[in-house]
T-cell receptor, first 110, second 115 residues
Framework: QQPVQSPQAVILREGEDAVINCSSS?????VHWYRQKHGEAPVFLMI?????EQKGHDKISASFNEKKQQSSLYLTASQLSYSGTYFC???????????FGTGTLLAVQP | SAVISQKPSRDICQRGTSLTIQCQVD?????MFWYRQQPGQSLTLIAT?????????ESGFVIDKFPISRPNLTFSTLTVSNMSPEDSSIYLC????????????FGQGTRLTVV
């Protein structure tokens, strides 16, 4: 089952914050976050492992709630370069398959 | 890390024909994955390709339509057979690093248009 992301799309002004949510109907082994710009391959942002702590780098961080089978990506003080489509990916621990969420289109305007 | 060379980068094909997409990795990897991304959509896993065994296909994808080869630990091909306009998509190969739960690496994708 494909993880569901919300919102589907969000428009921000530079400097504003955003939260993207990822919800799965299956127990999660780990959660990946990727950003994809138009015409390019997805680019890795971070991984959150079961039992791990909230992670982040620069102004992008994420949390992982195993019990709720949810993860959230936090973007603070957004920059123009943050524009793109964000995907969460849930990993099957037995097969290492990565199933991508429905996606969230983020547009940052000047 | 892993560097993946995928080709062709794009192609325009006639309906009813087949296209083979190649994926070459600069290091040995156990599993390779093939995804399809339709315009404006998420990535959908087609199959997992293991060296020395038949590929494992996801629901909705069959070997006759998407035959996969995995002759060694650095190379895989995906063939899109008997194409129709509905097959127009971006196809991406992907690998994970040797150790589990690390990032997935992607080829640059093959943009396929079927006319």
């Amino acid at each position: 089952q494909q993880p569901v992301q919300s919102p589907q799309a969000v428009i921000l002004r530079e400097g504003e914050d955003a939260v993207i949510n990822c919800s799965s109907s299956k127990a999660l082994y780990s959660v990946h976050w990727y950003r994809q710009k138009h015409g390019e391959a997805p680019v890795f942002l971070m991984i959150l492992l079961k039992g791990g702590e909230q992670k982040g780098h620069d102004k992008i961080s994420a949390s992982f709630n195993e019990k709720k089978q949810q993860s959230s990506l936090y973007l603070t003080a957004s920059q123009l370069s943050y524009s793109g489509t964000y995907f969460c990916g849930t990993e099957d621990g037995a097969t290492n398959k990565l199933i991508f969420g429905t996606g969230t289109l983020l547009a940052v305007q000047p | 890390s892993a560097v993946i060379s995928q080709k062709p980068s794009r192609d325009i094909c006639q309906r009813g024909t087949s296209l083979t997409i190649q994926c070459q990795v600069d290091s040995q990897v156990t599993m390779m994955f093939w995804y399809r991304q339709q315009p404006g959509q998420s990535l959908t896993l087609i199959a997992t390709a293991n060296q020395g065994s038949e590929a494992t296909y996801e629901s909705g994808f069959v070997i006759d339509k998407f035959p996969i080869s995995r002759p060694n630990l650095t190379f895989s091909t995906l063939t899109v057979s008997n194409m129709s306009p509905e097959d127009s998509s971006i196809y991406l190969c992907s690998v994970e690093a040797v150790h589990e739960s690390t990032e997935a690496f992607f080829g640059q994708g093959t943009r396929l248009t079927v006319v």
